[in-house]
């Protein structure tokens, strides 16, 4: 009760002041008003629950004050005061959206059960409306996850169409540049121009195959080569292929991983692009001087894998899009805005997650979590599996 907001408005003042002190006696301290006009001032100045109403006072009278609340502040709930001869007012105040009306002379006991009756109805309400919020954001989640998982489907099998005529132009071109550069075209008329736009169609191709060898990353479903996987190993060498980047930009990259047994089962390749994507990304997103650390903690049945910038930070608004395919805030023809996307496909199906943490301007974190049997959950049990997991399973009753 204590936690009421209530407003109190009367123009009888002894009678208000009584009825003030008693309920203040009973853990609601109200604020107290006048006339409608010094009511209207207050709820201006902040919000209250409640609003006891009386209806007749003098100059702007109570229907009217109800008027003006229900119209500037809904969520407030008002009991109108009446008359013993004049309940038709609070009858009207009831069609103009009063919670209640009571008459006068008053029982305190009463006035605290409708105080209360209202007080519980805000709350229903609020209640309700946080209900539907979150239906309707789950939904929204849902129809997105839909929306990505077919576009994914679709976009790795285009990808995979796509991947053997880019072979063929790719070779091509190659094959172009090397009969240009023999003796009997050396004066060939505008040799240059020929040059130059083979050199565009080879940066096109570049382009489109760094595209379909992500999304074929995401769907290698069928051809997976599943082994067990030395996470320490994996980081370490990931690091290496990196490297050269992060040197260039001067940015630090260095690991923290404090058991150098820890081995997940699944493709490994897979697992390189997630940390190539993961690594890639924290460097683009760091200025010189600043620093990228990949750690992996063991927590029992899973691995936290947790790839840390200094960087530049991800706007509020970027973070719920950056896990959409083609969002990317690289200029033209540098992202293919896949990276991430692909990434989540791939711990996804490894039945992991990942979450991201951002602060603009001081760095971002991106956190996956790995069950370490993740494999094991499909109807897969093969020997070689089941020699894994009973190692697995040694090593963790070991080390308790
Ligand atoms: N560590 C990070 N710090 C800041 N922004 C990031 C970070 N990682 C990702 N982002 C943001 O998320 C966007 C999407 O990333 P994603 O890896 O999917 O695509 P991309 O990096 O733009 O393209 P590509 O991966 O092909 O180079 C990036 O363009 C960038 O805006
Ligand atoms: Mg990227």
Known sequence: MQ??????????NDFRR???KRLAKRGIVPEQAANGKECLSILEKRPFDVVVLDVKMPGMDGIEVLHHIKNNYPKTEVIMLTG????????????TGAFDYLSKPIELEHLLSKIKQAHDKIL???ERIQETKFKVQMQEQMAATERLASLGTLAAGVAHEINNPLAIIKES???????????????????????????????GVDRARRITLQLLGFSRKDNSVLAEVNLK??????IQLVKREAVNKEVGIDADIDDNKSVVWCDIYQLRQVLINLLTNAIHATDSGGKVNVSIKDTGNQFVLI???????????????????????????????LGLFVTRGIIEKLGGEIEVTSRL???????????????FKKDLLDDERVQFLNKITKQGRSAH
Do not use: W, Y
């Open 18 to 20: 009584t009825v003030a």
């Open 233 to 238: 190993e994996l980081v370490d060498d990931t």
């Open 124 to 126: 229903r309400n609020e």
């Open 361 to 375: 301007g001081h760095g971002t974190s991106f956190c996956v979590k790995i069950p370490k049997f993740c494999e």
């Open 173 to 203: 071109t190659g094959f172009m540049e090397l009969i240009l550069k023999k003796e009997e075209f050396a004066d060939m008329p505008r040799k240059k121009d020929f040059e130059l736009a083979i050199g565009k169609i080879q940066k």
């Open 84 to 95: 013993h001869a004049t309940t038709q007012n609070g009858v009207d105040g009831i069609k």
């Open 307 to 337: 790839v840390k910038d200094t960087g530049q930070g991800i706007p509020k608004e970027n973070l719920k899009r950056i896990f959409e395919p083609f969002f990317s805030t690289k200029p033209p023809g540098k992202g293919t805005g």
């Open 3 to 12: 936690n009421i907001r209530l407003l109190l408005v009367d123009d009888e």
